[in-house]
């Protein structure tokens, strides 16, 4: 039956800036995933090793703070190098058990020099292959500090079944002509993936679904203060004014009319699983396709650079 598939969304905590151990958490969550029958499981915003959540604590933006420096340092080192396969485990469960998955990543790639980090979603498919790793394109906020805007080269959607699936960082979501690149590709199957907490994603995820008569997978982390490893540098400093409660959950599912398939949820950890029916994708498009019937494209054009950036070009 290629018109339904099994979802599963991952709402869980990292073991925090622990890439290893948060790497392990992870098979295990995908192993739960599997046992509840689950095709396509998505995980959260930089989930491995997790979120930047010392700069809002710690005065971030101070210049050349010995305490800021140090932490970004701790982060680089469990950030994760795709190309010296710190990813296989994943991609070998994904190909073992013919499930696809959606994996929020702090990526420190070699082709901008090893050392600078990008908030990535990396896309594995059910034969374990990584198709797609979209760097997200602008940071927010106090998260520019730390990861560095990326590039369109992973504006691109995947074939599911009979699915098309796409996915975009946190407020990506909220750019418009992100969101209309994956609708020109025929997304109706769009991962939304957030660091975590409902203020994020109880408005956007129905209004992408309506808007691209598509479900909306919101999928976002935990994370709460007696997360935080004892071996955190400068721990004491991040506690200081920390609050209880950094990232609340509030994953959800929007179906293509917009409405509710499950509300967002919040306060725990847990993997939340629907069965979605592509048919519904095609009674929606009947009276708005904003790609298709309700476009005018001799009118109004998007133009996308899916080039990968680099500062260098080499001609051996």
């Not at 932490?71 to 991609?91: F, K, M, Q």
């Not at 995820?205 to 997360?227: H, N, P, Q, W």
Request: charged letters at 25%.
């Amino acid at each position: 039956m290629q018109h339904l598939i099994n979802v599963a969304l991952a709402q869980i905590s990292p073991i925090w800036l622990d890439k290893k151990a948060t790497l392990d958490k992870i098979l295990s969550t995908l192993e739960d995933a599997k046992k509840q029958d689950a095709e396509l499981v998505v995980f959260g915003e930089g989930l491995l090793p997790g979120y930047p959540f010392w700069l809002a604590l710690t005065d971030g933006a101070a210049w050349n703070k010995k305490e800021v420096k140090e932490l970004h340092r701790h982060y680089v080192l469990n950030s994760i190098r795709i190309e010296d396969g710190e990813l296989d485990a994943v991609c070998a469960f994904a190909k073992a058990n013919s499930i696809a998955i959606y994996l929020g990543i702090i990526e420190r790639p070699q082709d901008r020099g090893g050392h600078s980090v990008y908030a990535s979603m990396v896309y594995i498919n059910q034969n374990g292959s990584i198709e797609s790793v979209h760097r997200k394109l602008q940071p927010t906020y106090d998260e520019r500090l730390t990861w560095s805007p990326g590039d369109g080269n992973g504006l691109v959607t995947h074939k599911l079944k009979d699915f098309t699936v796409s996915g975009l960082n946190c407020w990506e979501n909220w750019m418009p002509l992100p969101r209309a690149a994956m609708y020109a590709q025929g997304t109706n199957l769009h991962v939304a993936c957030w660091p975590g907490s409902d203020h994020n994603t109880k408005d956007i995820t129905r209004f992408i679904a309506r808007e691209g008569r598509t479900y909306v997978l919101s999928v976002s982390s935990m994370m709460f203060k007696e997360d935080f490893p004892a071996n955190t540098p400068h721990l004491e400093a991040i506690l200081d004014k920390c609050p209880d409660v950094l990232a609340n959950g509030g994953s959800c599912i929007a179906g293509p009319d917009g409405e509710w398939i499950i509300e967002p949820q919040i306060g725990k950890e847990e993997i939340i699983t629907a069965t979605l029916d592509f048919n519904r994708v095609l009674e929606e498009r009947q009276n708005f396709d904003a790609v298709g019937h309700y476009s005018r494209p001799d009118v109004t054009q998007l133009h996308v650079n899916r080039e990968r950036q680099s500062t260098v070009r080499f001609k051996d």
